[in-house]
């Protein structure tokens, strides 16, 4: 029977050791912390496959760089596969925090519960309990809000098995200052993370109102109270690696298929790209992210300059202006030098 393969692949898709020692750099801030995470993804090796999602929350305490406490819990479901069986499952994952603010380490284990379909056995009910462990360090440090991704560290594991993975827990952390206040942002953040996330058909206004809420959010961030020195690896720009994410899928879209796009449009959704960080050379975050910001940018301009010859050929001065005026704002130089010298040309 192959019921304990299926249970490996779950526990491969969870899988964490900590590494030796901690990268230098970003850290938590003194203090108290609540963070929130989305986890989901896959790994796959050869006949091996496991996917998963679910909901990833944590309390963390710290003082003089050390975690003081803390607990993470993640709840959600997973699928595993192997020859001749599969499972379906539900996972309850509890951790207690230690180590250091740069790298906070968890240990504790995973519940499961659910069945396993086995050629020639049919369905059998499983549940039961294994040993885990992790770790994680923040990517982005302010006073109030940190963020990361739990999970970077789980690939690595996966990797050095052998697996393909695409797994991801990206997380923002909120300083619990403020009291009840505090965990009010939280939950209004949890909000705005599931209207990205259940976000299909939406308007230019639908993002700016979103962007809107994000202005909001951080303002009331910033007012949890003042640091009581600079965020250890504190970068430069409002990076949130949940956000930003999630606004990167929305706008994925439009910036590779801009032909079913007014050029007005593209340039709103370009606008609000850049304004919450999800767009641009120069996104502060990981390197997965600062990469698609510049994908997502040079696929916004290329639209655009399609745009751009189609106006000029109609002899369309508006569309070329608002693109002309548009680039300039964005800082797309080569765009509004061409809308430039097209404008010339059609207007007397």
Not at 316 to 331: C, E, M, S, V, Y
């Amino acid at each position: 029977m192959r019921l304990p393969a299926v249970l490996v692949a779950l526990g491969l898709l969870l899988a964490g050791i900590p590494p030796a020692g901690a990268a230098k750099g970003v850290a938590f801030p003194d203090g108290e912390w609540e963070g929130t995470a989305i986890w989901t993804g896959a790994i796959s090796k050869k006949d091996i496959f496991a996917s998963g999602s679910g909901q990833s929350a944590f309390t963390l305490g710290i003082d003089g760089g050390e975690v003081t406490g803390g607990e993470m819990t993640l709840q959600g479901t997973g699928q595993s596969q192997v020859p001749t069986a599969t499972g379906k499952l539900n996972i309850l994952e509890t951790l207690q925090l230690s180590g250091t603010a740069a790298l906070v380490k968890g240990f504790g284990e995973i519940n499961f519960s659910g069945t396993v379909n086995v050629q020639d056995f049919g369905t059998v009910p499983v549940s039961g309990s294994f040993p885990a462990s992790g770790s994680f360090s923040p990517t982005f440090a302010s006073c109030g809000k940190v963020t990361g991704d739990l999970a970077a560290d789980t690939r690595k594991v996966q990797q050095s098995y052998g697996f393909s993975t695409s797994v991801t827990a990206k997380f923002v952390a909120i300083r619990t200052a403020g009291g009840a206040a505090s965990a009010g942002i939280l939950e209004e953040y949890k909000a705005l993370t599931a209207q990205l996330i259940e976000l299909e058909d939406f308007s230019a206004n639908d993002l700016l109102a979103l962007a809107h809420q994000i202005d909001v959010l951080n303002a009331k961030i910033l007012g949890l109270g003042p640091c009581q020195a600079p965020p250890p690896g504190f970068e430069k720009g409002l990076s949130d690696t949940l956000l930003t994410a999630l606004f990167q899928d929305l706008l994925e879209a439009p910036a590779m298929f801009p032909d079913a796009f007014t050029p007005h449009y593209l340039l709103t959704l370009l606008g609000v790209g850049i304004r919450v960080g999800a767009i641009g050379e120069s996104v502060p975050g990981s390197a997965p992210l600062k990469q698609k910001a510049k994908e997502l940018l040079d696929g916004f301009e290329a639209g655009l300059e399609q745009k751009l010859d189609e106006a000029i050929a109609a002899g369309d001065a508006p569309t070329i202006i608002d693109i002309l005026i548009g680039a300039q704002q964005f800082g797309l130089d080569a765009l509004a030098d061409k809308a430039q010298g097209a404008l010339a040309q059609v207007q007397p």
